[in-house]
């Protein structure tokens, strides 16, 4: 079952049960891979890896907005972005912890021969092609300089 078709099935259940918090995060998955959908025309249907990016970019602009809501001393909106995070957060795969992904990179760096800042490129495409959905960019990148450096 495809994500979209998954998320018109949660809507009416959230419907349903009459769930608005719920009903809201599903909303705004379902408008942004409609969105992807007519960026790319002619495509039915997205494949996992543009799902998960369009995911991980509403988690992201999730994040943001509840920071930047936070330091102005809005709860109240602060709470809103809060929750539709953590409802869009349930159809990404389960992220790694810091741990994990810095092994990978460990593992990564030992196995392209990388030695240095100067091989950083080459190391990223490999974590972010590798960790794709487990892990956010800034996450990979934070932990790819200080194994390097």
């Known amino acids: 079952m495809s994500l979209e078709q998954q998320i018109n099935q949660d809507i009416k259940t959230a ?3 009459k769930d608005a918090v719920r009903l809201r995060g599903l ?7 409609l969105l992807a959908k007519t960026e790319k025309a002619g495509v039915d249907e997205l494949d996992q890896d543009t799902e998960i990016k369009v995911l ?7 994040k943001e907005s509840g920071e930047i ?4 001393g809005r709860e109240d909106l602060f709470q809103i972005e809060l929750e539709e995070q953590q409802v869009i ?13 810095e092994s990978i990179i460990k593992a990564i760096i030992a196995e392209t021969g990388a030695s240095g800042m100067k091989d950083m ?3 990223m ?11 956010d960019g800034k996450t990979i990148s934070e932990l790819v300089k200080s194994c390097l450096s």
């Open 15 to 17: 419907m349903i049960a």
């Open 27 to 33: 909303r705004a998955i379902k408008a942004a891979v």
């Open 56 to 62: 991980q970019k509403l988690v992201k602009q999730r």
């Open 69 to 72: 809501y936070k330091g102005q």
């Open 89 to 101: 957060e349930e159809y990404l795969p389960k992220q790694l912890d810091r741990a994990e992904v």
């Open 121 to 123: 490129g080459k190391v």
């Open 125 to 135: 495409g490999q974590a972010n092609q590798k960790l794709a959905g487990q892990a």
